[in-house]
């Protein structure tokens, strides 16, 4: 499974991107396939403010129920409203169509913090 | 933790079929294929194979095991005939629930069929209560596979694959047959609300007939596939039966699980006496069905509740792959679930959900 190395990741399965000072956030594929077919994500509302390590939502599938942290602190400025009908796009295409939130990262620094893309990998190995 | 995972004999077979293997009661065992609910509605319209092999086998032998099993079991066993099955409970005293067991008649011997994360309870329990009757007991899991052969069309591809007068079984019945040498036991049963069979053979014969049933992972059959235990949930759900660990429990008996119909209140057995006096002052709880508004999902332990009034918990939820409605069991209290008067919601990721409650089971099939 190829893993992006544009983005960096937590041990718990959450990837991301920083594009000029906002975050765009969420699940890997790896955690997508292991949660086999996703029926519900649960995103924050626009303007919730989050500090690195917090619970900012959930994703559901037909199994089970699991919380997704970020890794970046900072204010949520959009969510993928297309998950709301088709949170399936997280199991199709968990690194792009099925992104979750954007955030206006309080400290951008914080990124250098997280996984590198072969240091995720290898958790997942 | 424990040492190595058990396997099936079908453990090669899934994992050829690309299957994710995960601990199941100590067994490696496939959850999923190719999708969970794929395989549920493959289920629903066509046929699935379920490897079932990690449910416990245990072969009952001697002159006192009708009277023997009839006093371990809740069903009456008395007078039970030669290739019927019978789904029971077995209880403790005080009427908790230690597992639910299929009990077939032999000419000459009984099977029990109990649940994997079970099994070495029920063979302790037996050992413990067959001392002196002069019934003896065989462990033979790990001598046989077992295979559930379920869907719609699986009564037409059995009839194919299978040399036996299938078109007579009814349910709950069993024929067994020799091939080739070996014998098959083939019980026309099931855990997911469809048609079909469950087939009990020796771990030899697995390889000779499993590429006849699914055919192999370049050339799979054309309608049989490999399902799942994620599937395999999901459906008994849909079709309200209880699984061991969710609807039922040592902490509760078999009438506060709803499944009454296979107790028999009128007979001696362990646990009777603890369930006629529950009878007599009226069970305090009950399983019930619901249905919650939204897509999201009521997990075991989420709180039940009537108006302020906490009410009990779900025993089992899932979204319905066949309803496309989120559904869940839940044991509550049956004085507050009365009340018409107060809102039944349930707890879900730190709010509340509106449900209601709805007849089970969710699915019946056609």
Redesign the interface.
């Known amino acids: 499974m190829s893993i992006p190395n544009d983005r960096r990741y937590l041990a718990t399965h959450e990837w991301f991107k920083l594009d000029g000072g906002i975050v765009t956030m969420g699940i890997t594929q790896f955690a997508a396939d ?1 949660l ?2 996703i ?2 994500v ?1 995103v924050p509302k626009v303007g919730a403010k989050f500090s690195a390590g917090s619970a900012i939502g ?1 994703v ?6 699991s919380e997704i942290y970020t890794g970046i602190s900072g204010e949520v400025i959009e969510v993928n409203a297309q998950l709301a009908n088709q ?1 399936e796009l997280v199991n199709e295409d968990a690194f792009t169509k099925g992104w979750m939130i954007k955030l206006k990262a309080s400290n951008p620094g914080e990124l250098d913090r997280l996984l590198s893309a072969e240091a995720y990998a290898a958790e997942t190995a | 933790m424990a040492g190595e995972l058990l396997r099936t004999p079908l453990y090669d077979a899934h994992v050829a079929f690309g299957a994710r293997m995960v601990d199941f009661a100590g067994w490696s065992m496939p959850v999923v294929y190719t999708g969970i609910i794929e395989e549920h509605l493959h289920t629903r319209s066509a046929c699935s194979v379920f490897d079932v092999s990690h449910m416990g086998r245990l072969v009952l032998r001697g002159a006192g095991a009708e009277a023997f099993l009839d006093r371990l079991c809740t069903r009456n066993l008395k007078g039970a005939e030669v290739g019927r099955s019978y789904y029971s409970h077995v209880c403790r005293e005080d009427g908790g629930i230690l597992d639910d067991v299929i009990v077939s008649r032999f000419e000459d011997h009984w099977l029990v069929v109990c649940n994997a994360s079970n099994r070495a309870k029920i063979v302790a329990w037996i050992h413990r209560h067959a001392a002196g009757t002069g019934v003896t007991m065989d462990d033979r899991t790990m001598h046989t596979a077992m295979l559930a052969v379920q869907g719609p069309q699986a009564m037409d591809l059995a009839r194919q694959l299978v040399p036996a007068d299938l078109a007579t079984l009814k349910r709950y019945r069993f024929t067994s047959v020799e091939y080739l040498g070996m014998r098959f036991d083939v019980f026309r049963s099931g855990y997911t609300g469809e048609d079909g069979i469950e087939v009990v053979c020796p771990t030899t014969a697995v390889k000779m007939f499993l590429p006849l049933l699914v055919g192999s992972k370049d050339k799979p059959h054309a309608v049989i596939r490999f399902a799942g235990l994620g599937a395999r949930d999901t459906l008994r759900i849909e079709a309200a039966m209880p699984l061991y660990g969710h609807e039922l429990s040592e902490d509760w008996d078999s009438l506060t699980a709803g499944q009454a119909w296979c107790v028999d209140l009128g007979k001696d057995f362990i646990g009777a006496e603890a369930m006629r006096a529950k009878k007599e002052k009226g069970l305090t709880r009950q399983m019930i069905g619901l249905e919650l508004e939204g897509k999201r999902i009521a997990r075991q332990h989420a709180k039940v509740y009537c108006g302020a009034v906490a009410a009990g918990e779900v025993t089992s939820g899932t979204l319905s792959p066949t309803l496309g409605r989120s559904l869940a069991m839940a044991l509550v209290d049956s004085a507050a679930i009365a009340r018409q008067d107060a809102k039944l919601e349930v707890e879900i990721g730190g709010g509340r959900a509106a449900v209601k409650v709805v007849p089970l089971p969710f699915y019946k099939k056609k």
């Open positions: 292991q086999t077919d029926t519900f649960a959930e559901e599938s037909v199994k089970a129920t949170p």
